[in-house]
């Protein structure tokens, strides 16, 4: 089983930052979570969910267009957290912001980007981020 639950979400100005927690449990990803791929994606009111970020199995990353240079993806391998940075937000980051892992490997490269929703199993339920202008 994997269980992902996402925190750090709230309330923020343009300009401002926030950094999202998203800590794994359960006995399928606790002794593989340093080898997991994972992923934060988002959905805005009235939108499709979207990719934001996704680090692969050897800590490679990679970054959806619109965030590209203000957020940051980064997994902490002893307390098996997936964080998310983020810095300059505008209010069209406004969204959900969900937390998902595939436990197996995976590289991420031109071929394979990690960013699809299909390539992820295990989802959080999510946490809240509000952009004000």
């Known amino acids: 089983q994997v269980q992902l639950v996402e925190s750090g979400g709230g309330s923020v100005q343009a300009g401002g930052s926030l950094r999202l927690s998203c800590l794994a449990s359960?006995?399928?990803?606790?002794?593989?979570?340093?080898?997991?791929?994972m992923a934060w994606f988002r959905r805005a009111p009235g939108r499709e969910r979207e990719a934001v970020a996704a680090v692969d199995s050897v800590g490679g990353t990679n970054y959806g267009d619109a965030v590209k240079a203000r957020f940051n993806i980064s997994k902490d391998n002893i307390k098996n957290i997936l964080y998310l940075e983020m810095s300059s937000l505008e209010p069209e980051d406004t969204a959900m912001y969900y937390c998902a892992a595939y436990t197996g490997y995976c590289y991420i490269n031109p071929f394979n980007s990690r960013l699809e929703e299909r390539q992820y199993p295990h989802w959080g339920a999510g946490t809240n981020v509000a952009v004000s202008s």
């Open positions: 359960g006995a399928s990803i606790e002794n593989t979570f340093s080898r997991s791929c």
